[in-house]
C-alpha cells in the first residue's frame, strides 16, 4: 500500500518567510510524527498526534512552530519568520499505534532558509 | 551520558562478511528498540524491530537485545554493497512516560567493499 507522503520535497526559504509542511500519513495510522534532522545526525522528535489531538509538542524548537492534524488524517507543520538555523530535513512518521510501536517514515522535506 | 550511543564509525567490512553494529542507551525501562537503514539523501528505513531479550532474525538480519545490559545490537549476514548506508538505533525511552517517541543515536556509517 502507499506510504507516508510529504511534501514538498525540497524548499528554499528566504530568511523571515513562513513554510508550511505537509504530511500525508499512512492510511489507518492514527498516530503521527514530526521529527527533524540535521546533517550528520538521527532525526529528533518535535511533535505527536494521536488523531488530531497534540499530545506533545515538547519537541519544537520555538514558538515559531506550530503543527496541526485538525481531521486526524494529514497534518501541517508550520514555520513561521523562518531562520537559518532552522535549515534541515523534517521529516513525518506515522504509526498504527503510538506506544511503541514501529513508525513508518516519509521522504522527508529539506528545508533550505538562505 | 547521551540517552542513545552508537559507534559512529565508519564501519568498513568486505563483501560477505558479517557486520555488527552496536547501540546502548541509558533508560532502563525501555521496552522498544528499532533499527532503521538510512542511506545518503534518503529517509530512514525500518528494517528490525525487538522488543524482548535475545535474538531476533530476519533474513540477513539479526537484533540481539540485552536489557541488563540495556545493549542492542544489529548484525548483518553475508554484507553486500548494497547494505552500506547509516544504521541508525532507535528507542522508545520511557522517560517521563512518553514511551511512544523515538530518540535516535547518531547512527553509524557502514561501508560494504566489493
Known amino acids: 500500500g502507499a506510504g507516508v507522503s510529504q511534501s514538498p520535497r525540497y524548499k528554499v526559504a528566504k530568511r523571515g518567510q513562513d513554510v508550511a509542511l505537509r504530511c500525508d500519513p499512512i492510511?489507518?495510522?492514527?498516530?503521527l510524527f514530526w521529527y527533524q534532522q540535521a546533517l550528520g545526525q538521527g532525526p529528533e522528535f518535535l511533535t505527536y498526534f494521536q488523531n488530531e489531538a497534540q499530545l506533545d509538542k515538547s519537541g519544537l524548537p520555538s514558538d515559531r512552530f506550530f503543527a496541526e492534524r485538525p481531521e486526524g488524517s494529514v497534518s501541517t507543520l508550520k514555520i513561521q519568520r523562518t531562520q537559518q538555523e532552522d535549515s534541515a530535513v523534517y521529516l513525518c512518521a506515522s504509526s498504527f499505534a503510538g506506544q511503541g510501536l514501529e513508525q513508518y517514515f516519509g521522504p522527508g522535506t529539506r528545508l533550505t532558509v538562505t | 551520558q547521551k540517552e542513545v550511543e552508537q559507534n559512529s564509525g565508519p564501519l568498513s567490512v568486505p563483501e560477505g562478511a558479517i557486520a555488527s553494529l552496536n547501540c546502548t542507551y541509558s533508560d532502563r525501562v525501555s521496552q522498544s528498540f528499532f533499527w532503521y537503514r538510512q542511506y545518503s539523501g534518503k529517509s530512514p528505513e525500518l528494517i528490525m524491530s525487538i522488543y524482548s531479550n535475545g535474538d531476533k532474525e530476519d533474513g540477513r538480519f539479526t537484533a540481539q537485545l540485552n536489557k541488563a545490559s540495556q545493549y542492542v545490537s544489529l548484525l548483518i549476514r553475508d554484507s553486500q554493497p548494497s547494505d552500506s548506508a547509516t544504521y541508525l538505533c532507535?528507542?522508545?525511552?520511557?522517560?517521563?512516560?512518553?514511551?511512544?517517541?523515538?530518540?535516535f543515536g547518531k547512527g553509524t556509517l557502514l561501508t560494504v567493499n566489493p
Open positions: 492510511s489507518g495510522h492514527v498516530s
Open positions: 532507535a528507542v522508545n525511552l520511557n522517560s517521563g512516560g512518553s514511551n511512544y517517541k523515538l530518540t
